[in-house]
């Protein structure tokens, strides 16, 4: 079992730095490139935006996936003129397609299944650190330059006068050559702290290094609170799509790293990242992997702070109990779970623990992984022959009795003492009538 104090310790100061590159067969030919997002199944809505007159930019996280042919999550759209009226021209007429967001000249649009944002050009101004900002409409070069970091800061043009033709901020071709996340202005953290997670969630998809210049604008922010200055929820939502990482035990760890843990609350983070990780491998689906990976990153927050943080984050109810559930009962679950030797006792380890609890349990004991594993890959899916009108039918008063009888029954079935309806039945009628 691995204790409080190991949990709460920082990762390697070098973690930041000792983050591999990974570039491979990249390319910012726009030929090439829209050769790349002509193979997605998504090219056939976008084919529609060619030969019309406006110009039209994919842009930010798209391209650069492109770049390095990766399949894009995600694929945005830059107009410098209507972005209601693209998304009006992209939904075909189909009703209830398109969402419209006046303050910031943004629409989405969902066709075929899929949802496209669309962003006219501007350019920002944070009237206040961590405030929103206040929008003017610009030409899609001035957009870029409003951008998270450089690398995203790239637009392939895709129809009108703007086809086949490549946008981008100096220096963003040789970050992503280079495999490294820069910011593009010194401010950059302070105007919007929730870039801090998205540098760690960037840092740790994408298996790139964080320039030197950045990494101490980031501890710098941190360290000087930035992140009280953003709403919770907007943070509670950067955190969702961290824990929705494919690697997100990493990217907690480099979160860490440039002290936004701990100016989240004291203690926040993965304190051992290889329990995190065996227990995210035992996670069955369809469990709420989000909710057990921020379940792992309170275990090392005081009890007493656990609440008040979530209540912060302004996560969805059903959400934010379960993560205070999980963080709460996996120790306890853990040590439980490392002295249980028959599928019964597993069973009465695990009671009504949620399985994010159970595995998450297994990660952290390596003694309790064998029983975690069972629970949730076997015998949970235990079922019996007999209801609890079989009881009633054979004498038993409605109440508890019945109760006790078919967990009973189950335990017999798991522990292979009972085999079949007649003998889960007397299993049951002894316990409910004892």
Not at 74 to 84: F, G, I, N, R, T
Not at 189 to 199: E, G, V
Not at 326 to 355: C, D, F, N
């Amino acid at each position: 079992m691995v204790d409080a104090a190991a949990r709460r310790a920082a990762p390697a100061p070098g973690i930041i730095d000792a983050m591999p590159a990974r570039v491979p067969d990249l390319t910012l030919e726009p030929v090439r490139l829209s050769a790349r997002l002509d193979a997605l199944p998504a090219a056939s809505v976008l084919r529609r935006l060619r030969d019309g007159t406006r110009p039209v930019y994919l842009v930010g996280g798209a391209v650069r996936d492109l770049a390095l042919d990766r399949t894009p999550a995600e694929l945005d759209l830059l107009v410098e003129d209507d972005a209601d009226g693209l998304a009006r021209a992209l939904a075909g007429g189909v009703a209830g397609a398109v969402r419209v967001f006046p303050r910031f000249g943004t629409a989405t649009v969902t066709v075929a299944g899929r949802t496209y944002d669309i962003a006219r050009a501007r350019t920002e101004r944070y009237p206040a650190p961590g405030a929103l900002p206040e929008v003017t409409p610009a030409r899609a070069q001035e957009d870029l330059r409003r951008r998270d970091f450089t690398v995203n800061a790239i637009a392939l043009g895709i129809g009108g006068p703007s086809r086949d033709r490549l946008l981008s901020v100096p220096g963003a071709a040789q970050d992503l050559a280079a495999g490294r996340l820069r910011v593009l202005h010194a401010d950059s953290f302070r105007d919007d702290p929730t870039r801090l997670l998205r540098l760690a969630r960037y840092a740790a998809r994408l298996e790139f290094s964080v320039e030197p210049a950045t990494r101490e604008l980031a501890l710098a922010a941190a360290a000087q609170g930035a992140l009280d200055t953003v709403s919770g929820t907007r943070i509670g939502a950067e955190l969702v799509l961290l824990a929705g990482e494919p690697d997100p035990v990493t990217a907690l760890g480099l979160l860490q790293a440039l002290g936004a843990g701990d100016a989240l609350a004291p203690g926040f983070g993965i304190g051992d990242p290889d329990g995190a990780r065996r227990g995210l491998a035992l996670l069955p689906a369809p469990a709420d992997r989000a909710a057990a990976v921020l379940g792992a990153a309170l275990l090392g927050v005081p009890a007493a702070a656990r609440g008040p943080l979530l209540d912060r984050l302004g996560l969805a109810a059903g959400r934010r109990h379960a993560i205070g559930a999980i963080a709460a009962g996996a120790p306890e679950l853990a040590r439980a779970l490392s002295g249980a030797r028959t599928p019964s006792q597993i069973a009465a380890a695990v009671g009504r623990a949620p399985p994010e609890a159970v595995a998450l349990a297994g990660g952290l004991d390596r003694q309790a992984e064998p029983a975690a594993r069972a629970w949730l890959q076997e015998l949970r899916h235990v079922t019996l022959s007999i209801t609890g009108n079989d009881l009633i039918a054979a004498g038993v008063p409605a109440g508890p009795a019945i109760g006790a009888g078919l967990a009973a029954a189950r335990a017999a079935v798991m522990d292979g003492r009972a085999m079949g309806r007649e003998a889960e039945l007397s299993v049951a009628l002894r316990a409910a009538l004892a």
